[in-house]
């Protein structure tokens, strides 16, 4: 292995360890923010607005993120900035009214939303060194560990404190807890630069320079697609709200189902990243790999019909599937964007896609909370016939990527 791979791993290596520590300190939280609200009084309207607007907020303060990252090459400065904004999470420990801890949820994705697009475009110049398919998955693996790991924080507190609904200051201990990952985060982040200030001369000696600084026409069908495919997708705010109010599982059950549906997205993340290489290098295209984003549709064409029962068994199913078709989002998705886009445009690219993919969440999300509440057999007929419409854009774009 040669010294570029070598600080290419290492680089993937440390960021998924900074990936690791933030999902414990964000994931642990989105796994109970639903619950939460619920406790703080807020109803499911509100809970799928707030989830919808969240993410919508922090995917489109992406797309200015990215463009701003691309002009200043400061990759670095806007990752450590997002990260900081974490902090807002173990603070959600201090509030009592929905509404304030309605900010701190919009502060953490807007964290998110500075960071994203400059770190993905830091790891996306190393995974050219190794393989863009199997080096997002990697990070996404140990990014899924800590995915895992936050939401059992809340469960183990859970089970100790006894049986019962949790109380408004029981889940402010866990929120509390979250402290300790923030701080490894930063360490990480620290170390990370240190390693490999410059990632860029990774991807600039493992591949020719593209020839145009252009946006291709098949990266804009990809994320129409992707817009359509993540419009219909439930969002796990206002599936845990719903196994709260129904009784579907307990509090404790809530956050491990959703560890459960992380590890899930890990394993996934593994497969179909591999894969999405192995189409690459069997057809010598650099776009074919996008023949695996199939599996989104199709999968997720499942989920609304599981995830929104009152079986336990269905419930478990759903959950299995979603975890499933969060790996293929967390992986293919944005390896795609490494490959679609020239290095001069990978943060305006990752931008753009980010500000669909959280525009399609914020309205998907939104409606889907406000027709919870009156049916949730429309929720769950509005999301498959949604999930349909995505696959003649899959075909579309496949098409497109192999002339």
Known sequence: MNNQKKSAFKLIL??????????????????VNGPYLKTLGANAAIVGLVAGLAEFLGYAVRLAAGY?????????????????????????????????????????????????????????QATKQVGTGIGFAIAEVLDQIGAISGPLIFSILFVVIGKGDRSLADYQHGYALLWIPLVLVLVCIFFAHRAVPHPEVLETSAAKPLESDKLSKVFWIYTAFTFVTTLGFANFALIGFHFKARHVLTD???????????????????????????????????????????????????????????????VLAGVIIWGIVMGCHET?????????????????????????????????SAITGLLYEYSISTVIIMSVVIEIAAIPVFFIMRKEALK
Do not use: C, H
């Not at 990936?19 to 964000?26: E, I, R, T, W």
């Not at 900035?81 to 999470?89: A, E, I, N, P």
């Not at 173990?90 to 502060?107: R, S």
């Open 252 to 314: 404790a059950q809530i956050p491990l189902f959703y560890a459960l549906a992380m590890g899930v997205d890990a394993a996934a993340a593994l497969a179909i990243g591999k894969t999405y290489d192995i189409f690459k290098a069997k057809r010598g295209n650099e776009k074919a790999g996008l023949i695996t984003l199939i599996a989104i549709p199709v999968f997720s064409l499942l989920i609304p019909g599981l995830v929104f029962s009152t079986k336990f068994s269905w």
């Open 14 to 31: 440390l960021f998924g360890l900074v990936s690791l520590f933030g999902d414990m300190v964000y994931e642990g939280a989105r796994s």
């Open 68 to 124: 701003f990252a691309d002009k200043t090459k400061a990759y670095w400065l806007f990752t450590f900035l997002g990260y900081g904004l974490l902090v807002s999470v173990p603070l959600l420990a201090l509030t009592g009214i929905w509404q304030v801890a309605v900010v701190f949820i919009i502060i953490e994705r807007l964290g998110k939303a500075l960071r994203s697009p400059a770190k993905d475009t830091i790891l996306s």
């Open 332 to 364: 293919v998705m944005k390896s795609a964007i490494a490959d679609l886009t020239p290095l001069k445009k990978r943060g305006t690219g990752y931008g753009i896609f980010n500000a669909a993919y959280g525009l399609a969440i914020f309205i998907g």
